[in-house]
């Protein structure tokens, strides 16, 4: 991936996680005395840091790009960018607090879907990364899975009228739920593996063991509409994204 698409992918994440905060700050002001505060904290309070940990591991990352991160790299902007648009989840419930409908639901829930699963087919091909996958496919491969996502976006089985979408967005298939998951649970394992190999060095290690740490706390936070299981994953979560920042000090750390 190019620098100029790097650059691009980084610009398009930070204006969504301007215009989700934008959103999110709303939420919390006019639900402030209604009767929706406390959904709106519940929900909006782990998309939002969610979201700028992502951001603001981005940020620190990009100047270390090249030298210390390696291939796997190549997949940074694009799987954050993924990462913060799943936060789109949220948008129920600033229209169900302001009145304001920014977007319709079949568009929320397939930005949501998509950017779900995409997600997790990129920890995926992370982790293959650390297999010697080769560094000169992985743009045939990210457009590949991007397009499978969408694909299976438009196809998941959902209505913006169920129940479970009044509040956030969430996932009403249990085939399209099996998939997340299962994707999720192969990056981790192959992350986990790697990360304990006698031959592993210590920069790789470290790196797989921030990727684990990632996966799996985005899947708790994107995945899960519930607090306790919100909360977890942003520990671990962030956990990744301090121990991915160090290691992109490669030596230093």
Known sequence: ??????????????LVTMALSFIAISSLLVSRNGHLASEAQA??????IHVWITFFTSLLL???????????????????????????????????????FLL???????????S?????FLFLVGSLLFLRMSPSRIGFVTFVGAAGSALLALLV?????????LLEVGISDPLFLAICITLTALAA???????????????ARFKTLALLLLSLGNAFVSISQRTLYNT??????????????????????
């Open 62 to 100: 990009i100047t270390r790009y090249r030298a210390n991160l390696g291939s796997e790299a190549e997949l940074l902007p694009v799987l954050f960018l993924s990462i913060v648009l799943a936060n789109i989840k949220i948008l129920p419930l600033h229209q169900a607090i302001t009145g304001i």
């Open 116 to 120: 779900l699963i995409y997600t997790s």
């Open 157 to 165: 089985p959902s209505s913006p009228n169920d129940p479970s979408f």
């Open 189 to 203: 394992v192959t992350y986990l593996v790697i990360a304990v190999g006698e031959h592993t060095n210590r920069d």
């Open 232 to 253: 977890l994953g942003l520990i671990l979560y962030a956990a990744g994204a301090v121990i991915l920042v160090l290691a992109s000090r490669s030596y230093h750390i």
């Open 1 to 14: 991936m190019s620098k100029g698409f790097r650059f691009t992918f980084n610009l398009v994440q930070g």
């Open 43 to 48: 929900h909006v309070h782990p998309a939002m």
């Open 104 to 114: 319709d639901g079949g568009i929320v829930t397939f930005l949501y879907h998509g």
